[in-house]
C-alpha cells in the first residue's frame, strides 16, 4: 500500500499532524481515493476582483462572489494515472452552484502548484508549525506543454495564502485569502469542514 501523496510533501512533519489533517490528506496516488468533506464558508470578495466576476467563473476560477454561510462540499479526489491531487469544490450559493475544479502537483519537496483551468498555476510551500498547516506563497506560473512557466503578475494578482486548523478528529477550520499591494485583501473565505469519508 502506498503513502499518501502529502506524506513526502510534509515529510518528518506528517507524524506530528493532527488525526483530521492526516484523514483530510489520506489519497493516494495512482489511486481511485476519494475523500469527502463538508462544511460552510464566509466568502468575501472586493474590488477590483469582483468587478471581473464574469471573466473568473469563465475560467474557472474562485466564485468571486460575497455571502455568509454557503454550504460546501470539497472531493479530495487522487488520479488513477498520476500523482495529482484534485479538489473538486461545490459552492451552493444562493444564486445557485458553482464548481470549482484545481489539481495539485508537487514540484520539489514540500513545494505543491495548485493548478487551474487554462494552466494558471499557484505555486505554494506547504508546512506545519505545529499549531496548523499553512500554504505560503511562492509565485504564480502557466502551465504549459507538460513545463512550469514562471509569471511575475503578483502586483497584478496579489498574493495568496492559506491556513488549517485541527477543532477535534474530524473537524478542522481553514481559511484563505489574497492580499493585493494596493488594494489590502481582496479576496476571502473561511469556515469549518468536517471529513465524513
Not at 152 to 170: C, K, L, T
Amino acid at each position: 500500500m502506498s503513502e499518501p501523496i502529502f506524506q513526502p510533501i510534509f515529510g518528518q512533519s506528517w507524524n506530528a499532524l493532527p488525526i483530521v489533517m492526516q484523514k483530510h490528506y489520506a489519497n493516494r496516488p495512482y489511486t481511485d481515493d476519494v475523500t469527502v468533506v463538508k462544511g460552510k464558508l464566509n466568502v468575501i470578495c472586493r474590488a477590483p476582483l469582483k468587478w471581473i466576476a464574469p471573466l473568473m467563473k469563465a475560467m474557472g476560477q474562485i466564485p468571486a462572489y460575497s455571502e455568509n454561510d454557503v454550504p460546501v462540499t470539497v472531493e479530495f479526489r487522487s488520479d488513477p494515472n498520476s500523482k495529482a491531487f484534485h479538489f473538486v469544490r461545490r459552492f451552493d450559493f444562493k444564486s445557485g452552484p458553482y464548481v470549482f475544479h484545481s489539481r495539485m502537483v508537487q514540484v520539489k519537496e514540500d513545494e505543491v502548484i495548485e493548478i487551474m483551468r487554462f494552466g494558471l498555476g499557484w505555486r505554494m510551500r506547504y508546512s506545519w508549525d505545529g499549531e496548523k498547516v499553512v500554504l505560503s506563497h511562492r509565485g504564480y506560473v502557466l502551465h504549459l506543454l507538460g513545463r512550469f512557466i514562471p509569471l511575475p503578475i503578483g502586483w497584478m494578482m496579489g498574493e495568496s495564502y492559506a491556513e488549517e486548523r485541527a477543532v477535534n478528529d474530524q473537524t478542522f477550520e481553514m481559511s484563505t485569502n489574497i492580499s493585493h499591494p494596493w488594494w489590502g485583501k481582496i479576496y476571502e473565505y473561511k469556515g469549518q469542514f468536517e471529513v465524513l469519508e
